[in-house]
């Protein structure tokens, strides 16, 4: 049997002795080469024979690229590489800076996908008292991080407004007293906003994000509200903030809806003034799970329409516009500049606990969001704690914080310990545990993984681009306002 | 890398034999290959014996690609064990270098 363009060479004993640690994968025409300083590489199949066989000549500009970028065993700098591991990995040495606040689980509006499993809007029983917020909050300055994310989330937040108001003002007052550095962000669906309340929120610095799912046929198809025009009143409170100067994004879900829009969504967020959109799958979490029949599709759907969208953004830029996808940005970030990117979900271990913490509304702490939706449903594996009795050092040296920990770093998942993309990537244990019945999950038919790995895939092969380079380049450079706290939720 | 076709069962089989493979590669290879097909890995004879069956009917053509990608993907598991055997002393030492750096920089 005859090797396809797309096999590997293999070293000789000799050859061996040249190379450095490193990750391969056939990309196109050609193999794209990472490492774990977070360096990467495309080599046509003939360059990557001379590489790995020992036959390239020193001094060459090849060579002297792999020599740079840590390829070369008897070249390494070691310093330098050290440095970028540091840098790219640079939440291991801080606590959790993001605190989940779900100050209600009542909502008002009944969207196809809610991810949290909310109840009605009378339910006040579900709403967050004012002596559990006070312990939250007591609670979140526990964490050793000087950098502290406060973000209120539901069901609808605004729905509990006296509470919002209360943890906003009390842990800015902490944070005054303590010199941490406090950003606070809401998450509301936007139909209870008013002028006073967004006066108050501004005065108090809250980031104010929404869902969004583009224009009205898929907007107001996903995200129901019988209380009036939901797409109008997003819109209206979206450009209403931005005219304001104040900082605001917006999340969007793809539902089967959404498949056959992607040029439409993308310019209904241009049109509002947003520069930026974070185009995320549907999760098979809360009423998604459910509706899935309806509203679900292949993984394979969603990167056509990733892709279809993404090359259309790509494609404004380069007529002019300044707009940019929030995923695409975050890996870029890690890939181009060897920065952590702050984003819990994309590392190894998983920010369970040590990079988020989520807290319900009757103060139950759980390693973060999705374990939190997961127990809305019936499974409570991811509760980690109570504000009312534990105090920080239980949640994280709590038992399922250490197994997510475990379960979660890349070198023990028996896929991604090979995997090229594994200097970039993270995986979800909470994912893991609602789709394959286990925090360790199984990657070669894990949604999560299939969809990052061709999320890469695409933008390395992007990047081949020097014109494409230049556009990612612009949407992660230092002049670019960095994605609103709150705008970055799961993708 | 010889292999034996059944199209009857939908399976295509390796025989590994000796030490002339990385048993981490193989089962590396397999498993990627668990998205398409039923992975079974057994010793036979002194060496291991894969076998891997489709989870959909694949047709003669269907099994022969199946086994160019599964001896690629031994190829490139096959790499990556290699290097990460000869470097792991070095890739040790520069993680301790920058986990070390970075505990210092908080003191
Ligand atoms: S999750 Fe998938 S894409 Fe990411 S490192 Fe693991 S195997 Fe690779």
Redesign the pocket.
């Known amino acids: 049997m005859s090797a396809s363009p797309a096999a590997v060479p293999l070293p000789t004993k000799t050859s061996l002795e040249t190379l450095g640690d490193f990750y391969v994968r056939p990309l196109g025409k050609g193999f794209l080469l990472t490492n774990d300083w977070g360096y990467y590489l495309h080599l046509g199949p003939d360059e990557l024979r001379r590489f790995v066989e020992g036959r390239l000549s020193e001094g060459q500009p090849l060579w002297r690229e792999l020599k740079s970028k840590g390829f070369l065993r008897k070249h390494l700098d070691l310093k330098d590489l050290a440095s970028k591991f540091a840098s790219h990995n640079s939440y291991l040495w801080r606590g959790p800076n993001l605190h989940i606040v779900v100050v209600t689980l009542r909502c008002n509006l009944k969207c196809v996908y809610c991810h949290s499993s909310v109840v009605g809007e009378k339910r006040r029983e579900f709403d967050m008292t004012q002596k559990t917020a006070r312990r939250v909050v007591d609670f979140i300055f526990e964490s050793p991080n000087p950098d502290l994310t406060i973000e209120f989330q539901g069901g609808e937040p605004l729905l509990n407004w006296e509470v919002v108001r209360f943890i906003a003002r009390y842990s800015r007052k902490k944070a005054q007293e303590q010199r941490r550095n406090l950003k606070l962000a809401l998450v509301s669906n936007f139909t209870l906003l008013d002028e006073d309340k967004l006066k108050e929120l501004s005065d108090l610095g809250v980031a104010m994000c929404t869902s969004f799912d583009g224009p009205p046929a898929v907007h107001d198809h996903n995200r129901i509200y019988l209380g009036g025009n939901g797409h109008a009143s997003v819109a209206h409170w979206i450009e209403r903030i931005l005219s304001l100067g104040l900082p605001t994004g917006a999340l969007m879900t793809t539902t089967r809806r959404s498949l056959s829009h992607p040029r439409a969504i993308v310019d209904e967020y241009s049109r509002l003034g947003l520069r930026e959109i974070f185009l995320r799958p549907l999760h098979y979490l809360g009423f998604a799970r459910r509706s899935w029949e309806t509203i679900g599709y292949r993984d394979e759907e969603f990167i056509a329409f990733y892709r279809e969208a993404v090359d259309y953004i790509l494609e404004l830029n380069l007529r002019g516009a300044r707009f940019k996808e929030s995923t695409a940005s975050l890996l870029l970030r890690k890939i181009l500049l060897h920065q952590d990117p702050g984003y819990v979900d994309l590392r190894s271990p998983c920010g369970a606990t040590l990079g988020q913490v989520s807290y319900d509304y009757d103060g139950q702490i759980y390693t973060c969001d999705e374990g939190r939706m997961l127990a809305a449903e019936g499974d409570r594996m991811f509760r980690v704690g109570d504000v009312a009795k534990d105090g920080y050092n239980e949640i994280v040296d709590h038992p399922t914080t250490k197994a997510c920990c475990v379960a979660s770093t ?1 070198e023990s ?1 028996p ?8 200097p ?4 979800c244990p909470v994912l893991n545990q609602a789709t394959q019945n286990s925090i360790w999950g199984r ?2 038919t ?1 949604s ?3 969809i ?2 061709h999320v ?1 895939d695409y933008l390395f092969e992007k990047l081949k681009d020097p014109e494409c380079e230049k556009v990612f380049r612009t949407w992660i450079g230092a002049e670019d306002a960095p994605t609103a706290p709150g705008c970055v939720g799961k993708i | 890398m010889d292999f034996k076709a059944d199209i009857q069962k939908n399976e295509i089989a390796f025989r590994f034999s000796g030490r002339a493979y990385h048993k981490e590669a193989l089962y590396g290879a397999a498993l990627v290959m668990t998205d398409r097909c039923y992975a079974y890995v057994q010793s036979s004879r002194g060496g291991l014996l894969v076998t891997l069956r489709g989870k959909r009917p694949l047709g003669a053509e269907g099994l022969e690609s199946l086994a160019g990608e599964f001896h690629n993907e031994m190829l490139s598991q096959t790499l990556r064990w290699m290097v990460a055997k000869r470097n792991k002393k070095v890739r040790d030492a520069i993680v301790t270098q920058a986990l070390f750096a970075a505990r210092r920089q908080r003191a």
Do not use: E, S
């Open positions: 890349m998942q896929l991604c310990q090979t995997c090229v993309y594994k970039y990537c993270g995986i990657m070669p894990n999560y993984c299939y990052f790995m890469f």
